[in-house]
């Protein structure tokens, strides 16, 4: 299931498009209530989000989440990860240039073998 604000329908639809493309099962769940969001998040087995108020919500509601932040200490998961007993914070690998790089692009270094091996002590 996907969240997002309107603005960014069109990404989402085009990663969906790849994931069904692909054999796999999406939902787009934009346009909700906060409330309707929060029931959603409650009902779910894992919730994997960056830095945004659903993340925040799923890992204060209980549901198994895993946050993905960046490593500029603004941005960082020391200062605004998720919290909460079912509650994990992935961050990247430091490089030689960060936190203080021009073109910040740590996230790409968080491998979708991380995440799928951090979900999968969830189940």
Not at 30 to 58: D, M, N, R
Not at 59 to 70: E, M, S
Not at 93 to 121: F, G, K, L, W, Y
């Amino acid at each position: 299931v996907f969240t997002g604000s309107a603005s960014e329908a069109v990404l989402i639809r085009d990663v969906m498009d790849d994931i069904t493309q692909a054999g796999g099962r999406c939902m787009s769940f934009i346009g909700y209530s906060l409330p309707e969001l929060a029931a959603l998040l409650a009902q779910a087995k894992l919730v994997i989000a960056g830095s945004t108020g659903p993340g925040h919500l799923a890992a204060t509601l209980g549901t198994q989440t895993i946050g993905l932040f960046p490593l500029p200490p603004a941005l960082s998961r020391d200062r605004w990860g998720f919290r909460g007993q079912m509650a994990v914070n992935l961050a990247p690998q430091r490089s030689a240039n960060c936190p203080h790089c021009a073109s910040c692009d740590c996230m790409t270094r968080i491998s979708v073998e991380e995440v799928v091996t951090q979900a999968m002590r969830f189940v």
